[in-house]
């Protein structure tokens, strides 16, 4: 399992966080960069630890994304 996640702005003014399936990160070739490849054109993106990630969810409708 990676370690990695890929945080990006929603629509709803929010922060949508984007997670590699193991079995996606096994096909060869797959990278967490490549994931973030298939977010829409022109969508900012980072590509955080895990343990960057608050794991308190309480309020999670108020996490911000600053590029």
Known sequence: MSNKRIIFPNQEGGVS????SPEWLSQPGNTI?????????????????VA????????????????
């Open 52 to 67: 960057d990630i608050p794991t308190d969810r309480t309020f999670r409708n108020a996490w911000t994304f600053e590029e």
């Open 17 to 20: 966080i984007k997670i590699p």
């Open 33 to 49: 960069e490549k994931l973030a490849a298939t977010l829409p054109a022109g969508t900012p993106f980072q590509i955080v630890d």
